[in-house]
């Protein structure tokens, strides 16, 4: 499957990496950028493995589980494409539909 990322999720990685190279420094940075090309390494080789988000249909959401940040995603199987759509602090309140 191709991966895509929406504006609005470039400009969340782009936040999460600036703070957290900020706020913690290049190693933690590094370790993050990581574990985020994991998690989209696995959803690019099995899309459906993740968490259905109730009352958005097609939206998956995947925790990163070492880090505070769940990734949001849409499979486009017409298309055989995935879009990333947004990723989010599990610290904020929770997007339209998602269950804690």
Known sequence: MN?????RAVADLADIAANSRA???DGLAAALERRFR????QI??????????KNRPGVHVVALVKYP???FYRIVATDDRVVILHI?????????GEQR
């Not at 991966?3 to 504006?7: G, N």
């Not at 690019?44 to 988000?53: H, I, N, Q, R, Y």
């Not at 989010?88 to 339209?96: A, E, L």
């Open 23 to 25: 706020a913690f420094g």
């Open 88 to 96: 989010r602090s599990t610290s904020r309140r929770t997007w339209k």
């Open 44 to 53: 690019e080789w099995d899309p459906g493995s993740a968490t259905p988000v």
């Open 3 to 7: 991966v895509e990322y929406t504006r």
């Open 69 to 71: 940040f769940r990734l």
């Open 38 to 41: 994991e998690i989209i390494g």
